[in-house]
Each structure stands twice: as C-alpha cells, then as structure tokens.
C-alpha cells in the first residue's frame, strides 16, 4: 500500500513538474476558416496554407515554446523541432503521433500527450508553421 502511493506520488509530481514550465498550460486552439482534419490523415494537409501558418505560429507559442523554445529554437530542455526537417523528409507522421501521445517513459512525462487539448487539425497548424522556419544553422 505503501510503495502505491509512493508510486502515485511521484507519478504526480513528474507530471506537475513537466507542466510547471512557464507559466502557460495546454489551450485548445481556434482553427476557423481551415478545413477540419480527420484522425486518420498523416501527411500535412496545410503545407504552405498562410492561414493554417498563421493560426500554427500562436498555437506553437501557447502549448509548445515553454519547452521547445521560442521560434522553435531550442534552448536544450527538448529537441529541435527544426531539425525535423520539411516535406521531403517524410516526418509528418511521426510528428502527429509523436503531438498527440507526448513522450511517457516509466512514468515521466518528458512532454505531456496533446491529443485531448489539440485537434489533429490544430497540430497539422503548428507543423505548417515550423516547416516555415529556417533550418540552414542546425
Ligand atoms: C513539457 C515540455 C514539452 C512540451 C510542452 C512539448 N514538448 Fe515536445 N518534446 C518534449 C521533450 C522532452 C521531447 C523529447 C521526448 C523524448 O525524450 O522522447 C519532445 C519531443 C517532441 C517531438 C519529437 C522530436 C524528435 O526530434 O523526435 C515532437 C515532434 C514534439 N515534441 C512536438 C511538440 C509540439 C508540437 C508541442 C506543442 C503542441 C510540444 N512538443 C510540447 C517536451 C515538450
């Protein structure tokens, strides 16, 4: 009973830890005026769609700066997300999957899962944003 709720407690406070960075927690994002995406679509239907840029860019800064960093630029807490690379590098899949189940090991939340926060047409937002920044320096 006791190793439980040892375990409980520090299931909490990796969790609490991982969303005490900064001051701002996961928001659901407004998509209007985008088509809505569908579960299933793994390639980036709003490449180079200046609205879904716009919309991506905001929703970035609100869920994903506080620990990928500001403009995408990462500070060291997480990786890159420039480094991802764009359309030719066929990572689209990977990103969405990667968003919306976060990355739990043994019980550390490293990034916490978005996919009851963001809709899969709010995260394709964000990856035509990032895909709008410049890599040259990575
Ligand atoms: C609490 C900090 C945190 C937040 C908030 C966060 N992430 Fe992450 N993210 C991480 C960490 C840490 C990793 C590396 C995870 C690992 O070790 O497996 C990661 C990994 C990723 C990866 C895989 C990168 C790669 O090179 O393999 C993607 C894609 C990603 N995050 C996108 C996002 C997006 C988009 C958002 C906002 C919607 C976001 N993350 C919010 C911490 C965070």
Sequence with gaps: ???ITKLAFALFASTTFAFAHGD???QAVE???LKN???DVI???FRGNEL???IGKGAYNTNCARCHGLGAVSGGIAPDLRALGGPDDDTDEYFIGKVQDGAV???NVYMPPFKDVLTPTAIWTIRAWIETLNSDDL
């Design 37 to 39: 995406i569908a579960e």
């Design 52 to 54: 879904a840029m716009e």
């Design 24 to 26: 701002v927690s996961p």
């Design 31 to 33: 998509t209007k005026g």
């Design 105 to 107: 090991r043994n019980g």
């Design 1 to 3: 009973m006791k190793k």
């Design 43 to 45: 390639v980036n239907p």
